[in-house]
């Protein structure tokens, strides 16, 4: 599930975004202290960030600034100072895109989904899978689930990638073996056998239940 950081002080603006973009099951965080936005962007981590131009205490272009000497996550400013002076100056302080007040929720939706694609699903190097509101971190073999997080090793989080890499399609054994393989040990079909066990476990500790289903006779799956 993306994180989306939601830096706007009007409240009633912060919440009607926030409300559509957790419909479209994004996980949405509204700042509250908006004299350490660094802060809440450290604990939140966001993938992305909708960041209002007039703000208590300092403007966004301030914060994209500051934000940009940490984060490459796309920034995207939503502000009715929407002469082209303002655009122009979001873009030179690192912003991606520029959406003017008033707008459609529908239109700020695609802009995000936009961004994300451009910034993660077409880079060749995602750093996380996402399935379901379950997260694969491509990056540390971390799973996380509602807040939840998963420690896999590294022939659970092989096959864990191979079958939400295949989601909806049966993924054969030979398939999971081989991917097993991939540091030139030999592996018994037993071997993945257990590892397969102990990782249906882990993810029914974390509520998972039945998240991988045999096929018999073919291999496993997780459906779409």
Known sequence: MYRILLVEDDE??????????????????????????IQEFSQFEPHIVLLDIMLPFYDGYYWCKELRK??????IFISSAADNMNIVMAVNMGGDDFIAKPFDLSVLCAKVQASLRRAYDMTGSISAIEHNGVVLNLNDFKLSYQ???LELTKNEFRIMETLLLNKGKVVS????????????????ENTLTVNVTR?????????LVDFIKTKVGCGYVIES
Not at 12 to 36: C, G, M, Q
Not at 70 to 75: E, L, R, V
Not at 199 to 207: A, I, P
Request: aromatic content about 10%; overall charge negative.
């Open 12 to 37: 009633t603006i912060a919440s009607s975004i926030k409300n559509y973009l957790e419909n479209w099951d994004y996980e949405v965080s509204l700042v509250d202290n908006f004299r350490n936005v």
């Open 70 to 75: 940490i984060s490459n996550a796309p920034i």
């Open 147 to 149: 807040n939840k997080v």
């Open 173 to 188: 054994r030979d398939t999971l073996m081989t991917k097993l393989w991939q540091d030139g040990n030999y592996v018994e």
């Open 199 to 207: 990782l249906r476990k882990k993810l029914e500790d974390l509520g």
